[in-house]
Nanobody, 119 residues
């Protein structure tokens, strides 16, 4: 049974920080990549940050310099350190784990964790 579970969401004032964590379990094959997405009310889901097996990272332009993604390959966990938070960062944040088997990709999603940035 595959499980992807996020934690660490909450409410914070502008300029504050939060750290999100995600743990993947029940996946038989090695995870190719893990990443964070977010969806604000009335908006489409967007990529926030991703880290691959090679350690390369990619960030949305809106979070570069403020967010940092890190991965523990042995534990199949990924974290997102969010600094200098802005009201525009308010959204439900989702963790995704991607597995590649014979050039086919399989994505597993968590249920999401709410991040609210307001005064």
């Amino acid at each position: 049974q595959v499980q992807v579970v996020e934690s660490g969401g909450g409410s914070v004032q502008p300029g504050g920080s939060l750290r999100l964590s995600c743990a993947a379990s029940g996946i038989s094959f090695s995870i190719n990549a893990m990443g964070w997405y977010r969806q604000a009310p009335g908006k489409e889901r967007e990529l926030v940050a991703v880290v691959t097996t090679g350690g390369s990272t990619n960030y949305a332009d809106s979070v570069k310099g403020r967010f940092t993604i890190s991965r523990d390959y042995a534990k199949n966990t990924v974290s997102l350190q969010m600094n200098s938070l802005k009201p525009e960062d308010t959204a439900v944040y989702y963790c995704k784990a991607r597995v590649e088997v014979l050039l086919r990709f399989y994505d597993y999603w968590g249920q999401g964790t709410q991040v609210t940035v307001s005064s």
